[in-house]
C-alpha cells in the first residue's frame, strides 16, 4: 500500500499513448496497430471510430474514458481507471483521436503520468488536418499560395470566450487549420476577417474526416458559416482557411463521399 492507501505493485504498468488518426483504419500506423490488436486493456476517447474499435481484441478491456465537451477542464487529464490499471502494474494502450500531441490534452496526461515516474510511450499519429486535406485534395503548403499552416483551436483552455480572439492568435497570412471549431465557426470567420483576411477567402468545413460519412462544404469565409449549416455538418469537424482551398484537386478518396458547396468558388 502507498501512503495514499492505493494499492501499488511492485512494477508499474506502462501507457502507450497512441495516436488513432482521424477515422480510417488503414491510417493507423503499424506500431499503432500492433499495440490495440495486442492490447490487454485500453482506454479510448469518444473520438476513436467504431471501425478502429472493433480491432481491439475480444479479449481485452475496453474502457471508454473519454471527456465530452463541457466537462469539468480541472479534472485530471489522466482517469482515475486508467491510473488504477498503472499502478497495479498492468500496461493500458491509451487510444486518442488524430495525434496524442494536438489538442486533445496528451501532453496533460504525460506531464502528470511522468509525475508519477509511469513510463510513457507516445506514438504518433496522423492529425485530422492531415486526414482532411488528404481526402479533400487540399495541399496545405502549396508553394505558390501558403508559407505555412497553423493549427489552432477556436476554443482557449478554459472558456470559449475568454482569451484573446482567434483574429489576434493565428498569423493573416498562409493556411489557418481548425480545431474544434465547428459550433463557434460565425464568429471565427467574422473575427478572422476584422483581423485582415479577405472576405473572399477560400474555406472549407470537413465533418467525419477520412469516414464513410465524411462530408464537406466549401465556400468563401463571409459565406462559410452559412454554407455549413445549411449542409447541417455535424461533427468532429475541421476548418481549413486558405488559397490551398481553391487549389484543390479531386483525389481518388475510397469510401467517402465528399458534398462539396462550390457556388461561391
Ligand atoms: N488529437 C486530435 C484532435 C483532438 S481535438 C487530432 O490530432 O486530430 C478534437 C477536434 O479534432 C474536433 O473538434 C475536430 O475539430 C477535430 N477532429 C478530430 N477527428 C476529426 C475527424 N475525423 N474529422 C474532422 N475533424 C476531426
New binding site residues.
Partial sequence: MSPSGVFTADRRGRVYLV?AG??DPELLTVRAHRLVTTAKVVAYDA?V?PEILALIPDTAERLAVGRRKGTDPDAPAVHPIVLDKVLRGIDVVRL?????????R?GEEAEQLAELDVAVEIVP?????F??AATMGIPLTHRDVSAGITLA?AHTRHDADAGPPIGARVPSEGTVV?????STLRETAAALIEAGRSPSTPAAV??????PS?RSVVADLATIADAAERAELD?????IVGEVVARRVTVRTPAVSVITDVRSL
Fill in positions: 495516436g482521424p477515422g473520438l471510430s486518442k483521436g488524430g495525434d496524442p500531441y494536438v489538442f486533445g496528451g499519429g496522423i492529425s485530422a488536418a486526414g482532411a483551436t481548425l480545431y474544434m471549431g465547428r470537413v465533418a467525419r474526416a477520412t469516414l465524411q461533427t468532429p469537424a475541421i476548418v
